[in-house]
C-alpha cells in the first residue's frame, strides 16, 4: 500500500503537465524562429532541439509528424501576429474607401509578417506539410474578397474583372512586387492597387454613365 498522500501526488502530475506545456512551447517559438529565418525547408530537427534547449527525441515527442509540428507553430505565430479583422471593413459604405482601408491594414500586416511569408511561400513545393497551413490564410482573402466587391458597380464579366483585380491587389505576392521590388511606399502600393481594382469596374461605369 502507498503512503503517497494524494494531494503531493495531484500536485506533482500537476508540475509535470505545465513542463511538458512549457518544454512544448519552447519548441514551437523555436521552429517558428527558424522558419522565419531559414524557412521551413531548411529547418532540422537538430536545430529545433538545439535552440530550444531540448535533446531531439523530445521534439519527436511532442511532435510526432511534421503536419502537427507545422500546426503549432501556425497557431502561435497567427497569436502573436493577427491578421487584420474584417468584419469592420463592412461597415465602411463607400467601396473605394472600404477597399482603401483594407489594404492599409493588409499591407501593414505583409510589412510585419514579410520574412515568414516569403520563406513559407517559397518552401511550400519542398515541404508537402505546409500546404493545410496555407488554408487559414487563403479563407482569409476569400472573406475579404467577398467583402470589399460590395458596391462597386460590377455585373457579369465585369464582376469577374473585379474579383480578379481584387484578388491580386490582396495577395502577398502582389504587396512584395510593388513595395519591396519597386520600392513603393505603403500609400503608393495602396493608391496602385486601388487603381487596378477601379479599372477593372470602368466597363460597368461607363455603360451606366
Not at 190 to 202: D, R, S
Request: net charge positive.
Amino acid at each position: 500500500m502507498s503512503s503517497e498522500r494524494p494531494g503531493k501526488r495531484k500536485y506533482e502530475l500537476k508540475q509535470r503537465a505545465e513542463e511538458m506545456a512549457r518544454t512544448r512551447q519552447r519548441i514551437t517559438e523555436a521552429a517558428v524562429e527558424l522558419h522565419g529565418s531559414v524557412g521551413p525547408a531548411r529547418t532540422t530537427i537538430s536545430a529545433i532541439a538545439e535552440r530550444a534547449g531540448v535533446q531531439r527525441h523530445t521534439v519527436y515527442r511532442h511532435f510526432p509528424t511534421e503536419a502537427e509540428l507545422f500546426r503549432a507553430c501556425s497557431s502561435h505565430y497567427y497569436s502573436e501576429n493577427p491578421r487584420p479583422q474584417p468584419e469592420p471593413w463592412r461597415a465602411i459604405s463607400d467601396p473605394r474607401q472600404r477597399l482603401t482601408q483594407a489594404l492599409h491594414e493588409l499591407y501593414c500586416f505583409y510589412e510585419a509578417t514579410e520574412p515568414m511569408f516569403s520563406n513559407i511561400l517559397r518552401d511550400l513545393e519542398l515541404v508537402d506539410a505546409l500546404w493545410p497551413t496555407i488554408g487559414p490564410l487563403q479563407d482569409y482573402l476569400a472573406e475579404a474578397t467577398e467583402i470589399l466587391a460590395a458596391g462597386w458597380p460590377a455585373g457579369g464579366r465585369t464582376r469577374r474583372l473585379l474579383t480578379a483585380a481584387l484578388r491580386h491587389a490582396l495577395d502577398f505576392h502582389t504587396w512584395r512586387s510593388l513595395a519591396g521590388d519597386n520600392r513603393l511606399t505603403r500609400t503608393e502600393a495602396v493608391q496602385l492597387a486601388t487603381a487596378l481594382v477601379e479599372g477593372a469596374t470602368a466597363p460597368q461605369r461607363r455603360a451606366t454613365a
